[in-house]
């Protein structure tokens, strides 16, 4: 007989998983390898070293290894704000008048608001146990700054933010967590790098970009001793990380015997979907379930659903080693009328090699239909989602809405990743009703793949 | 033996306690009555019916039902953040190095961020109950509006929130949360009222206040058909659905067999306060155990360390009721340097006859010392505190470090109402250095008690 499932499954502490999965060692076509963009050679440990971690980059390049000890300190920061409910959505099922059973995985009870800090106090411990000094990163609207600012504050390791100017002074808020956790949070372009001090002498009133910050949060690695940078998504560390979501969520499914039919998680580098998709991924891979997965994507940053699959630069400075990934483009940007995050260009190599595999679909969906999907949930299950979350709660609906056609009682599991409490600018644009969807037009995503770095595999 | 707490307790959903606890039953003394400011009559239900919803006000005037059943609709609404985490502060423990085991109650994770949530959902059941159209209230910060723009969106009322017009343009998220939850936010003084219609020809420039969102609010229930009244703490009522907290407490500590020594909790209006801390009073009525309890005020409002018992308005505005309780005089208003939440000019009349009767102590504390604590807390415990909490945990710190004095073991169970994610311009103060402690003189607030109603008793 079914148990009756209680609105919040919560493991026990010592329930929670304490490995990390890499899907990469029960995968048949490994992810590409990060090449270097003038050899073409493939990037060894004794490269990436000087700019990354060093256990990091193990990880990083470890195609075999199937499952990783977590450190017993960071199972223990762990504790401070997982196991994270894997919730029922009863209120939402009613509302929809739905016979799917819908589940979420909630990753947002945390100040930094999001999943980003299964991945940051993993790299603050490495950096931390490798004796540097801190590290630098950079970040946009700050959610991946938020969380590594409390990751570093916990190991008392500095740490260098490089903030796009704009984000900095239209964003305060954040800013201040960051702040308040102790990182040093500069406006990008600064005058304490040679690139930033370039951009500036060329272009006194620029207001930033993601690719700038990159380019100086990489220099003040390189140049300070004692530091390196990191990154919070995209690469094949952090989605490993991640993968604490999909085994926490597997072993509250198994508690009652619940088989989802339907996973989804929202893209944008891939660190949310990779985490929570990868371990059921895995079962596929080894041919012990199968599920359907749906990447959701914007309709104004279609990486997997337009882009190509190819070598491309990581960043959209072009100093980046090239990842071989479904991509727009390194100079593609969405529209300034984006609201929604996940505004990356490329995405994860190893969701892109699963992607190209036939493991999992892709769908894009545009932003004011994200947020109808936002504002049905928020009113009914109580959580204001963050715009990037909201992407899978728009395809969530939509699946559970053709149960509804078609009677079919599925039960669906999406990733809610966060919290929208920084976001409220694009709700206000939703509710005056002036946001507006923006969709690239064919030309110019042709424009950018022609201009796509020559590689030959 | 002991059994290994974990860090945090939670309780399973059918563990959520079904009824809630009214301490009135159990005091010898019971709180003065509501009395009409030009008769100084109690107030009865039918004086109180055209104003607030029915059933509320039988909560309100009943002194001797000791348990009233939670209705089964809020049973279930509770479910969608309910229970809330017990949590062992074992990280900040360790900070401290203190012997002292700490325990708060996190009533943080959901989306109005705070436990007013509790409350609102409750007086939204009554008034929907009581086929209302929808219900009227003001919001100064904005953290009673959101919880019941939640309520009344679940419940599919109507509400029209008046919030204090600085506010409305200073905090803009917060109304925008409210937006989002379909609540209609004005800007008081606002052209909807006779009352804003006068303070605005007068005063065209007007910034608005907490008095006249009070009076505009309580004028839109009372004009309009179908509406009514409703109110985030200082009430009777209010206390009542608050003690879900301080019994899910009870509930927890029960599991592992804990006892607290002392039990803490911030004081504006007394709704947290009240809601943790009379539960546990009510054992001490009953004399089946002791604790020792404190009330955290700030120095810049303090209503229990300096205040007079007696009579007084409940509002600046000087339209509602007259209350006995701890007050600073009704036209007291807190310095505009004041960060931290908590500034009622006076107190729950129930905490007020608690207090008289010397069932707890009170303190106040410095908002850069409360910030202090704050800082401290976030670093460690990973959850950015609201100003409110912070007041609490900085007695609770300042506890746990006698503790590390004496080398005594004593158990701290503190309140930890919410999260500090929309008041990150106190904290960006904080960060900055230009925070400033403001303790109103001896001569200031003598001129506020002066002109105290004269109520005989």
Not at 39 to 45: D, G, V
Not at 93 to 105: C, H, M, R, S, V
Not at 344 to 369: K, N, W
Request: aromatic content about 10%; glycine content about 8%.
């Amino acid at each position: 007989m079914e148990k009756k499932v209680p609105y919040k499954i919560y493991l026990s502490e010592n329930e929670i998983p304490t490995q990390w999965y890499n899907v990469r060692a029960d995968m048949k076509n490994k992810p590409a390898p990060l090449i270097n963009p003038g050899t073409h050679q493939p990037l060894t440990k004794e490269d990436l070293d000087p700019i990354f971690c060093s256990e990091l980059n193990a990880q990083e390049l470890d195609n075999e290894t199937r499952f990783f000890d977590i450190p017993e300190e960071i199972q223990e920061f762990y504790k401070m704000y997982r196991p994270s409910p894997l919730v029922r959505a009863y209120f939402l099922e009613k509302a929809l008048g739905t016979p799917a059973k819908i589940y979420y995985k909630f990753e947002g009870n945390n100040t930094s608001g999001s999943h980003k800090l299964n991945s940051a106090i993993a790299q603050a411990y490495y950096a931390k146990k490798q004796g540097l000094k801190g590290v630098t990163t950079e970040t946009g609207a700050g959610q991946w700054g938020t969380a590594l600012s409390m990751a570093c504050s916990y190991f008392d390791l500095d740490l260098k933010v490089y903030m796009v100017k704009c984000s900095y002074e239209q964003k305060p808020f954040r800013r201040e967590v960051m702040r308040t956790y102790g990182a040093d949070v500069t406006p990008s372009p600064s005058n304490t790098t040679q690139v930033g001090r370039k951009i500036l002498s060329e272009h006194p009133e620029s207001t930033g970009s993601l690719g700038c910050a990159i380019s100086e949060a990489v220099e003040a690695a390189v140049t300070n001793e004692g530091y390196r940078y990191v990154l919070g998504s995209v690469l094949n560390q952090v989605l490993l990380h991640q993968t604490i979501i999909g085994q926490e969520a597997q072993a509250a499914l198994r508690k009652y015997d619940i088989k989802p039919d339907i996973i989804i998680g929202c893209a944008g580098g891939g660190s949310n979907l990779g985490g929570l998709a990868t371990p059921f991924i895995g079962e596929m891979l080894r041919g012990e379930a199968d599920y359907k997965i749906i990447a959701v994507e914007p309709a104004s940053c279609p990486s997997f659903t337009r882009g190509k699959f190819a070598y491309d630069f990581a960043d959209t400075g072009m100093i980046c080693p090239l990842a071989k990934m479904y991509t727009l483009g390194s100079q593609f940007i969405p529209s300034a009328n984006h609201a929604g995050g996940l505004r990356y260009h490329g995405m994860s190599p190893i969701l892109s090699q699963l992607y190209a595999d036939g493991l999992f679909e892709a769908r894009s969906v545009e932003q004011t239909a994200v947020f109808d999907a936002a504002v049905q949930f928020a009113r009914v299950e109580g959580i204001l989602p963050a715009p990037e979350s909201s992407h899978a709660i728009r395809a969530a609906i939509d699946e559970a809405l053709k149960c509804k056609e078609t009677g079919e009682e599925k039960t669906i599991l999406f990733g809610l990743t966060g919290t929208g409490y920084f976001d409220l600018k694009a709700y206000e644009q939703y509710n005056n009703g002036t946001m507006d969807d923006i969709i690239p037009s064919d030309d110019l995503i042709a424009s950018y793949l022609e201009k796509l770095p020559k590689v030959e595999e």
